[in-house]
């Protein structure tokens, strides 16, 4: 954006203002009173300034057609160029830096830019070692990613030799950009796509697998089923690559159980036991759909993991998802042996902590088992909540144990 050029300016309604004053990053669609275009046309993912009724400036950011119709990037005046985004991406690094993750052999893989959390909503990036991964969900974002690539370049230089861009299917639908996949800069190896976490090692495909290709905002919580596996027979729902089940092998279970409806996703899980405990490790993956399967478990598990996708994705469809939850969970809490450990998650932005805890709550007494909280989780330091965005904190999980 050149500092002398004409952009388009959101004029909210009177009041609308008030949310941005708390410095909440989105400008709803239904706040703006009229939109005055600047030299050229307006298109979506265009930077547009936001004012008030009596024209004040407020904020900066991505215009963008739908229910949140201006993603904000700064609420001072300041030109969004090369340097702003070098700026950004440089003080995400800094705070996982902080945290102790560039300097950790154990665990090469973090969440570089979390979105709201990192001031940079609709951008997500992943480093997988040396490889750092993209993901748009803005339009916005995606036009910019050539400077983002630019950004992360700097901010890295010879640490990083590869950017991969994922955004095809994170961009909004009706944009129509014909996104393709693809490197914005070098290319990785494909020895490169082994990660470790917390010293376990992780096939990572993140030109054909779901997100960025491994779901790094479980790593604390993998963890935490590694240390209480031991001699306990698990049960991985939803397991996509593995990860849990990994961890539970780690941490000593005695037989592990892998589902997932995808075959892709069960032979990288297989794949990734492999790797790190060979050929006869205790562990089986299975194709099918979880939430059959869980009806006819009796109760052979002791330690059952329930991670499904986001049952909604917004709140129109609240309802239902809650419904999904309740589901799976009456039946593994009514099939797991007695002095079992469930762990549950719900990584929908949608519902709320409270609503989560309901809803295991009214699944608990439908099961008629007596249940005890014993955890409560939720995303790693590299997935900040911007304290002015509290929709940021989407992965909600319990750990109960079930007498």
């Not at 665990?107 to 959390?117: N, V």
Request: charge should be neutral; include cysteine; aromatic fraction near 8%.
């Amino acid at each position: 954006m050149s500092k002398h050029s004409s952009i388009a300016v959101v004029h909210l309604r009177r009041g609308k203002e008030e949310s941005l004053r708390r410095y909440h990053p989105w400008v709803f669609s239904g706040a703006i009173e009229h939109i005055e275009e600047g030299d050229n046309p307006l298109a979506e993912g265009d930077i547009v300034d936001v004012v008030t009724k009596q024209g004040e400036f407020i904020a900066r950011g991505h215009y963008q057609i739908g229910s949140i119709a201006v993603r904000v990037l700064t609420f001072d005046k300041e030109c969004i160029d090369q340097q702003w985004w070098n700026k950004r991406v440089i003080t995400a690094r800094r705070l996982r830096e902080s945290l102790g993750m560039l300097s950790d052999a154990s665990t090469t893989c973090y969440r570089l830019i979390h979105g709201e959390g990192d001031l940079l909503p609709g951008l997500v990036v992943d480093i997988y070692e040396q490889t750092a991964v993209v993901q748009c969900h803005s339009v916005g974002m995606y036009r910019s990613r050539q400077s983002i690539a630019e950004a992360i370049h700097t901010a890295y230089g010879d640490d990083i030799v590869a950017i991969y861009d994922k955004s095809s299917q994170t961009l909004p639908f009706k944009a129509d950009l014909g996104a393709i996949d693809g490197y914005l800069w070098g290319r990785a190896a494909e020895r490169d796509n082994i990660v470790l976490e917390n010293g376990l090692k992780f096939k990572v495909n993140w030109e054909e697998g779901q997100k960025t290709g491994f779901f790094i905002d479980q790593r604390v919580n993998r963890d935490l089923v590694r240390q209480y596996s031991r001699g306990r027979k698990v049960l991985n729902t939803f397991c996509y690559t593995g990860g849990f089940s990994v961890a539970a092998l780690a941490g000593g279970a005695r037989e592990v159980v892998s589902i997932d409806l995808s075959e892709r996703a069960v032979k990288l899980a297989d794949e990734n036991v492999r790797i790190n405990f060979g050929d006869d490790a205790p562990h089986s993956a299975i194709a099918c759909n979880a939430v059959e399967y869980l009806k006819d478990i009796d109760d052979s598990y002791d330690l059952i993991i329930l991670d499904p996708p986001a049952f909604a994705k917004h709140h129109k469809v609240l309802g239902n998802a809650l419904q999904g939850y309740k589901k799976i969970n009456v039946r593994a809490l009514q099939k797991i042996r007695p002095g079992g450990i469930l762990f549950t998650f719900s990584c929908s932005q949608a519902v709320s902590r409270d609503l989560f805890r309901t809803t295991i709550f009214t699944s608990a007494a439908i099961a008629g088992r007596k249940v005890r909280i014993i955890g409560q989780l939720t995303q790693p330091a590299d997935h900040p909540v911007n304290i002015y965005h509290p929709e940021g904190e989407y992965l909600k999980g319990l750990v109960v144990y079930v007498e």
